[in-house]
C-alpha cells in the first residue's frame, strides 16, 4: 500500500468517525428529559465578566443518520488493482465530507431559529390589560425603570464574548405554569419559596398557597422546569409566556444563605459542604466539627466562596444570579425585588391574569422565630472579614450589584 492510500484510509476512518460522533450526541440531546438538578452541577467554560448575547457555541443536531453510500462507490471500492482502490478511498471521502459540510448547513439553519429567545433589540411593553384599578400606577413606573436599566446595561456590555453554553442550561433553573403561561426563574433566598406555592395554586394543585408545606415545595417534583420541554417547546414558551425574575440584594442573600444552610441542623449541607470548608479552613480543627461538618464560620465560608480551587462545587444558593438565570441573555418581562417583594408579587399576578383571591404568602418558610436578614444583620457579618476579603466578596458579586441597580456596600 503506498503512502497516497494510507492517507485516504486514514481520512476515510476520520471523518467517519466525526459524523458517528456528531450522531451519537444528537441522540443523546434528544433523549433529555429535563435533569435540571443534574446541569446545575455542571461546570460550565465561560467567561461571564460582562455576560454577552449571542448563539450557544454547540448547536442541536438532527437525528437522522447521513445517507448510504451509492452502490457505485461501494463497488468501486472493491476494485481489483490498487490505483482503482486508491481512488475508490477518494471518492468515499470526498462524499463523507460533503455530507459533513451538508450537516453542518442545515444545522446551523435549524438552530439560528433559536436566536430570538435572547436580548431583543427593543423592549416589548408589558401587556397590561389584565390589571385593574389605578393603585398599581407607582408599582408600574418602578417596573419600567428596572427593565430600562438593565436591558441598557446589557445592551452597553454585551457585544464582543461569546457565551458557549447550550440553551438547555441557560433555562435550567426556570419553572414553568402553563395555565397563564407564566415562567419564573428561581432565585433562592429571594422569595422562591412562596414564588414555587404560588404557581402551584395558579396550575390548580393547591387550593391554597398556606396549606403547601416545605418539603411539597421543595422535593415534590409538582413543578416543570423548562429544561424538560423538547427545544421548540422551549422556544415557543420563552418567546409567547410572560418572563419574571425577583432578586435580592447580593450580600443579603448571601448571608441570609449562610444563616440558613449553617446555622441551622442540616443534613445535606454540613455533611456535604461543612466538613469539606472546616477541613480547608480551619486549622487544628478537632474531630468533632471534621466529623459532623457543624458550625462553620462565616469567614471559612467566604474563604470557600473566594477560593479558585474549591475543596466542593458551587450551590444555587449562594451562585450569582447572573449565572443562573442569564438576564442578559433572556429578556425577562418582570424584573421583582425581595426588598418590595409583596407589592412587585401582586402586581404581577395582575398583569397575568390570576384568580383575584390569591395573594403572594407573607410567611416566613422557615426558622419563622429568627430575625431576617437585614442590611444591619449584614454588616454584623461582614464585621467578621478582613477588608479585603470585603472587597473581594463584593467583587464576586459584582455583575449582580450592575444589573439589577443595587448599591454598593461601604467595604
Known amino acids: ?42 461546570i460550565i467554560n465561560q467567561d461571564f465578566t460582562l455576560p454577552p448575547p449571542g448563539t450557544p457555541r454547540r448547536a442541536a443536531w438532527s437525528r437522522s443518520t447521513p445517507p448510504d453510500l451509492s452502490k457505485h462507490e461501494m463497488a468501486v471500492s472493491g476494485g481489483r488493482h ?13 462524499s463523507l465530507v460533503s455530507q459533513l459540510s451538508d450537516r453542518q448547513k442545515m444545522t446551523e439553519s435549524t438552530f439560528s431559529r433559536f436566536r430570538g429567545v435572547y436580548l431583543a433589540a427593543a423592549l416589548h411593553p408589558l401587556n397590561k390589560t389584565l ?8 408599582m408600574d413606573s418602578a417596573q419600567e425603570k428596572r427593565r430600562s436599566f438593565l436591558h441598557d446595561f446589557c445592551k452597553k456590555y454585551n ?72 427545544l421548540k417547546g422551549i422556544y415557543t414558551r420563552l418567546n409567547t409566556y410572560t418572563k419574571t425574575i425577583f432578586v435580592r440584594d447580593p450580600m443579603e442573600r ?22 469539606a470548608i472546616i477541613k480547608k479552613y480551619r486549622h487544628n480543627a478537632n474531630e468533632e466539627a471534621l466529623k459532623t461538618g457543624s458550625g462553620v464560620k462565616f469567614k471559612e465560608f467566604i474563604q470557600y466562596l473566594l477560593d479558585s480551587q474549591r475543596p466542593v462545587g458551587m450551590d444555587i444558593h449562594w451562585e450569582q444570579v447572573s449565572k443562573l438565570c442569564y438576564p442578559c441573555l433572556i429578556s425577562y418581562d418582570f424584573i421583582g425585588k425581595f426588598e418590595t417583594l409583596e407589592e412587585d408579587a401582586n402586581y404581577f399576578l395582575q398583569l397575568v391574569g390570576a384568580p383575584a383571591e390569591l ?17 444591619e444583620v449584614v454588616r454584623q457579618y461582614l464585621k467578621e472579614l478582613s477588608k479585603e476579603e470585603r472587597q ?20
Open 254 to 275: 448571601l448571608v441570609s444563605a449562610f444563616r440558613d444552610k449553617f446555622e441551622h441542623p442540616n443534613s445535606y449541607y454540613h455533611p456535604v459542604f461543612g466538613k
Open 159 to 230: 457585544s464582543r464574548k461569546k457565551l458557549r453554553t447550550h440553551l438547555v442550561h441557560l433555562v435550567s433553573r426556570i419553572y414553568v405554569e402553563d395555565r397563564h403561561k407564566v415562567l419564573y426563574c428561581e432565585v433562592p433566598k429571594a422569595g422562591c419559596s412562596n414564588w414555587k406555592r404560588v404557581l402551584m395554586v395558579l396550575n390548580g394543585l393547591a387550593s391554597s398557597a398556606y396549606n403547601i408545606s416545605h418539603d411539597d415545595v421543595h422535593y415534590g417534583k409538582h413543578l416543570r422546569k423548562l429544561d424538560s420541554y423538547d
Open 1 to 42: 500500500m503506498n503512502l497516497r492510500q494510507v492517507f485516504v484510509s486514514v481520512l476515510m476512518f476520520g471523518v467517519a468517525g466525526l459524523l458517528l460522533f456528531m450522531y451519537l450526541q444528537a441522540w443523546i440531546e434528544e433523549q433529555h428529559t429535563g435533569s435540571g438538578e443534574k446541569l446545575q452541577q455542571q
Open 392 to 411: 473581594l466578596t463584593y467583587d464576586f458579586y459584582y455583575l449582580d450589584y450592575l444589573m439589577f441597580n443595587y448599591t454598593s456596600p461601604i467595604v
Open 82 to 94: 490498487r490505483q482503482s482502490k486508491a481512488d475508490a478511498f477518494s471518492v468515499v471521502a470526498a
Open 359 to 375: 395573594k403572594f404568602p407573607k410567611f416566613k418558610d422557615r426558622h419563622s422565630s429568627d430575625e431576617r436578614t437585614s442590611a
Open 131 to 138: 390589571v385593574k384599578g389605578g393603585k398599581w400606577k407607582d
